[in-house]
Structures are given as structure tokens and as C-alpha cells.
């Protein structure tokens, strides 16, 4: 974050000694018991531009989240109100032909997020998908039909399939299916990690069409030795070296003869864009997006785990047991990240969003997911934790499909208020209060999110 450039400054802000040294801000703000001391208070206020009315109820520490993270630029209004610009710069926006404005992360290779309040639409649209590309991109084709799928490795029959016997082959099927990136959360990791700082936006939900990977590895024939897949794509390396893969990650036989793991050749009933894999993309959904291979060429069928880029090491794979956050680690005896864990998105309003004096309830919105299991309660919080309102989650549209929440909370007054929302999976777990189990290269932060409101 750049520093603020107003000239000279009277004192250094608070927003500023939390970013140099955030435990000595804590220390300075909260006192040793605890006890925002009232001096804080006016300078966390002052800096907020409005009065926290419910700074008793703020754990110890708590440092307002829109001072910890500066609002998007105007122009990306919500529709449950305008932005608010906050005083440090906001995100990078990223704009291309055919998208909405998204959030830069990089651009060599491209990488871009959804502001979480452009994710509102029940089925996620073209212009607001994001983007992870790990290599270059490949040139589009001008005939999509002729584009060849292999099939080889463990098969008793290897196959090479054009996109159009693949349409014509094997029933169609369409479907809802969330894809999010394996890092999404990773900002929240303290200490950072490497990889993009991904806020809670890599996340999507459309509506895929294609045939099932198992229908097309039934007709090849797997081997008993088939224990593994590896998938190849056509984008370039970003070296430009011709015997390197961008990505090539593989995945357990179990979950790519689910019947929601398919070869999609549309997406919301359109050609897929070039930018999103066209003309032939794997959806492997609720496992982290690398699974989910863009232009596919060749699917390896492998009698051992897939030893492609991507793979092994801490290459999206989680400790068994909890390291030391910060700490070195070969990942020798981490795990394969496949199911992704519980998490809420808020759409119906945007992080830093000014609400008309008077208001006195929120109608809030959004989505919940849980990999392969099912988003069973959301709840939202507007007194930073103290208490929870149930929200109500519809039934996803079909497996592996996002649930749409929603659900009406008060206001006591005007002021400055955070909304902190989260969800439980079908198995009882809920998302934590920080992102749990540190890793080198951050996958699988799903702490709770918040989004500051003001009113007035
Ligand atoms: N060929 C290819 N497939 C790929 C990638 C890539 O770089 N190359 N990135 C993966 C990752 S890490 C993610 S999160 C998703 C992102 O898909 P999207 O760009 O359509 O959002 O694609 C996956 N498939
Ligand atoms: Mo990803």
C-alpha cells in the first residue's frame, strides 16, 4: 500500500503505524488490558471520517477494516450504494473489452480478481469472471470444432477427439459449477505468502456445458493401473520455452469420474471466452481452480500421482499438521489441496459503501460454497462479532453450485459499521476468525470476510 502524501501530516496516523508496525499501533490504540483507551477511539473515528457505535463490542486489537483495507476506486459503485473512496489508494483496476472493471493483481502472467459486489448475479457472467493465467495465452482458434483432445496413458484405447465428436459422442450436460482459485483468501495470511494477494474474489459460479470426463475415459478404458490424471494445455510457458508447461497439474481418478467433472466447450450458453479457455476447458469444481485446465489438449492418464508443474512439493498442497507461520518447509509431508474449504462472499454491497443518514437496516446478499460439500447456515454480524443473525441459503441449483444467501439486519444509528459474515459447511465447520493453517504459498485462507459500511 502507498504511503499517504498529504504534506506533513500532524501526527502519523493510525492508519499508518499499523501498516510500519501493526503490534506497536495495537499496543498504542488497546492499552495492555485490552481497553480501547479513548484517545484511540476519536483517532480510529477521525480516520474513518465517522463514530464507531459499537466500539465496545470491538475484540481487543481490532483495527477497523476499512482502514486496513483502502475501498475500490468510485466508479465501482454497489448496487446497495455509492463508494466511498477511502484516503489511502484503493486496488488497481484492470479493463479489457468484454469485462467489467476488475482488480489487478498482475499482468505478466494475468491476473485479475472480482470486487466481491460484482459477484451479485445468481449465475456468474462472462464480463465479471476472473482471471489466473499462469503462462502466456495461446493464439484463438478460428475453427473450435477441429481443436483435438488425446487421450493416452493408462487407457486400453487412446483417444484424440475433436471438440465436435465430443459434442456429438457423449450426452451434453449443463450445469451450475463454482470454480475458485486454490489462493483465494491468500491476502488474509499472516505473514504474507508468496503467490497473488488474492481478497475474497476468485471465485465463480457459471453455467457450463460439455460432457462428463468419465463418459470420455469410460470409452478410452481405464487400466486398473489408472490412478491419476495430467492435464495439458496450449498456452504458452511465460519463458516462451516450447518443453516447459505453464501448468500441468493431475487429479485422483475418483474426482475425475465424478459426474460433475466435465470437458466444457460453452459457458452460459455462449462460446467460452478466449481468455477463460476456449475452445475446451476442464471444470473440476470445488477443488482449487488449477485443476480446471484452460485450452486442453491432452489428458494423460497416469499410474501414479501426476508429477506436472504444480505439483508436489508446497505447490498447492497444505500441512497435515500446522507449521510455524513464516517458516521454511519443503512441504514433504503436506497434503494435495483438493476439496476447497467453506466460504461467503457479500455482493449486495461493497467493501467502503455510504449509506443515506437514517438508514436502519441492511437487506444483505450474496453467496456460500463448500467444495464438494454443501454451505449449510450463513450468519452476519454488524457489532464485530458480538452477535449473529441467521441469514436464509437457498438450495444450490444443482450439485457443486453456489448457494445464493440473503437476509435483513439493524442499525441503531448512523455511524461507521462493519459487516463480518460467514459460513458453516454441511459438516458443522466454520469459517475462522483468521486464516488458519499458515502455508509457504497461502492456499486455503477461508477466514471470515468484512466489509465496512458507513452510514451517514
Ligand atoms: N491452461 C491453463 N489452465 C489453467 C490455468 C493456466 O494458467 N493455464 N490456470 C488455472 C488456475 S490456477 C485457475 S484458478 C483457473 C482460472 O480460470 P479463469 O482464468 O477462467 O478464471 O484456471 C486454471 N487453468
Ligand atoms: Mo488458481
Not at 499482468?107 to 469472471?129: C, G, I, Y
Not at 478466449?274 to 476447458?281: D, E, F, S, T, V
Not at 461493497?350 to 450474496?366: C, E, N, Q, Y
Amino acid at each position: 500500500m502507498a504511503s499517504n502524501k498529504r504534506a506533513n501530516p500532524p501526527d502519523r496516523s493510525l492508519q499508518e503505524l499499523y501498516r510500519d508496525d501493526p503490534e506497536r499501533a495495537d499496543a498504542l490504540a488497546w492499552g495492555r488490558r485490552g481497553a480501547l483507551k479513548g484517545s484511540a477511539l476519536a483517532t480510529m473515528g477521525a480516520a474513518l471520517g465517522a463514530s464507531i457505535p459499537f466500539a465496545a463490542r470491538m475484540p481487543a486489537g481490532t483495527l477497523p477494516e476499512l482502514l486496513a483495507r483502502p475501498a475500490a476506486a468510485q466508479g465501482t459503485a454497489a448496487p446497495g450504494g455509492t463508494s466511498q473512496g477511502a484516503a489511502a489508494p484503493g486496488p488497481q483496476v484492470f479493463r479489457m473489452p468484454g469485462k467489467n472493471d476488475l482488480i489487478l493483481l498482475g499482468d505478466r502472467p494475468l491476473v485479475a480478481e472480482t470486487p466481491e459486489h460484482q459477484l451479485d448475479e445468481p449465475v456468474t457472467s462472462a464480463k465479471n469472471f476472473f482471471i489466473r493465467n499462469n503462462g502466456q495465452m495461446p493464439e484463438p482458434v478460428t475453427d473450435p470444432d477441429s481443436w483435438t483432445l488425446t487421450i493416452d496413458g493408462e487407457v486400453n484405447t487412446p483417444l484424440s477427439l475433436k471438440v465436435g465428436e465430443l459434442r456429438s459422442r457423449f450426452p451434453n450436460v449443463t450445469l451450475q459449477l463454482q470454480m475458485e482459485c486454490g489462493g483465494n483468501g491468500r491476502g488474509a495470511y499472516a505473514p504474507q505468502t508468496r503467490g497473488n494477494q488474492w481478497g475474497n474474489g476468485a471465485i465463480s459460479n457459471a453455467e457450463w456445458t460439455g460432457v462428463r470426463l468419465r463418459d470420455v475415459l469410460n470409452a478410452a478404458g481405464l487400466k486398473p493401473s489408472a490412478i491419476y490424471t495430467g492435464h495439458f494445455g496450449a498456452d504458452p510457458h511465460l519463458s516462451g520455452a516450447t518443453d516447459r508447461q505453464a501448468i500441468n497439474r493431475g487429479m485422483r481418478i475418483a474426482k475425475a469420474m465424478d459426474e460433475d467433472t466435465i470437458l466444457a466447450f460453452r459457458m452460459n450458453g455462449e462460446a467460452i471466452p478466449h481468455i477463460h479457455g476456449a475452445p475446451l476447458r476442464l471444470i473440476t469444481p470445488g477443488w482449487p481452480g488449477s485443476f480446471s485446465q484452460k485450452w486442453l489438449t491432452r489428458i494423460w492418464i497416469r499410474n501414479q500421482v501426476h508429477d506436472g508443474a504444480g505439483m508436489g512439493g508446497t505447490s498447492y498442497r497444505v500441512p497435515v499438521k500446522p507449521i510455524v507461520p513464516g517458516s521454511n518447509n519443503n512441504g514433504a509431508d503436506f497434503a494435495e489441496l483438493e476439496s476447497m474449504p467453506v466460504r461467503a462472499i457479500l455482493s449486495s454491497h461493497a467493501h467502503g459503501s455510504r449509506l443515506p443518514a437514517g438508514t436502519r437496516s441492511l437487506d444483505l446478499r450474496g453467496a456460500a460454497w463448500a467444495g464438494d460439500l454443501t454451505a449449510r447456515a450463513v450468519h452476519a454480524s454488524v457489532d464485530f462479532g458480538a452477535t449473529w443473525t441467521e441469514m436464509q441459503v437457498a438450495a444450490p441449483a444443482n450439485r457443486h453450485a453456489w448457494q445464493r444467501w440473503q437476509g435483513r439486519i439493524a442499525l441503531p444509528s448512523d455511524g461507521y459499521f462493519e459487516v463480518w459474515y460467514r459460513a458453516t459447511d454441511s459438516e458443522g465447520r466454520m469459517q475462522p476468525h483468521a486464516a488458519a493453517n499458515w502455508n509457504p504459498q497461502g492456499y486455503s485462507a477461508n477466514a471470515i470476510n468484512r466489509a465496512a459500511i458507513l452510514v451517514g
